[in-house]
């Protein structure tokens, strides 16, 4: 009998123990809880992306030929941070320049192609198809990106189009096929 009121004991501290942990928990939870001494103080606002960053990044990517792969970082003074990777005129990083008009032109177009609504990526899973990412600093301070592979309509088509064939001319890598 000792040993079945023991058991029964033993299962009842074990149904309980849990219930107690869990309000330990809370516990703790509750006094490790910071009390700030200014009530009043403000939140401060996030801040937005660094305005010295880039305004437009491009990049074509490799395909299994010998499809230009370079990338290039656009600045809103017309600054370009150019990186070539593979078949083009110059391989490895270098400065370029633009103006800030032909920027501020390119950042126009984005927002009347309304590039804030494109989707993040357009592809159709092909294996060898190079791809153009292109991304845009957004209003909000966010540096929206877009991978553009195939299948993707019409006036997607066309604004990285304009894009590629302004940052190859820039690029020297001349003009190539329609993506």
């Given amino acids: 009998m000792r040993h079945l009121a023991l058991l029964l004991l033993l299962f009842a501290f074990g149904l309980t123990l849990p219930a107690c942990a869990q309000k330990a928990t809370k516990t703790q939870k509750v006094k490790t809880k910071k ?12 801040k937005p992306a660094v ?3 880039p305004v437009i990044t491009f990049e074509r990517t490799a395909c299994f ?12 003074d017309g600054r370009v941070a150019y990186e070539g990777r593979r078949f083009v ?5 270098k400065e370029l320049r633009m103006s ?7 950042l126009q177009r984005a927002r009347e192609a309304h590039f ?7 592809t159709q899973n092909t294996s060898d ?22 299948g993707e309509p019409e006036n997607v088509r066309e604004l990285v189009t304009y894009f590629g064939h302004q940052f190859d001319a820039l690029a020297q890598v001349g003009v190539l096929s329609e993506k």
């Fill in 35 to 46: 009390v700030s001494k200014s009530p009043a103080a403000p939140a401060k606002p996030a």
């Fill in 89 to 93: 005129p110059q391989v490895g990083k």
């Fill in 51 to 53: 305005a010295d960053g």
């Fill in 116 to 122: 804030e609504q494109f989707q993040p990526r357009y």
């Fill in 129 to 150: 198809l190079p791809s153009v990412i292109l991304a845009v600093r957004q209003a909000d301070g966010q540096l929206k990106a877009v991978w553009v592979e195939e």
């Fill in 65 to 76: 030929g010998t499809c230009p792969s370079y990338t290039l970082q656009v600045f809103a």
């Fill in 100 to 106: 800030a008009a032909a920027v501020a032109d390119l």
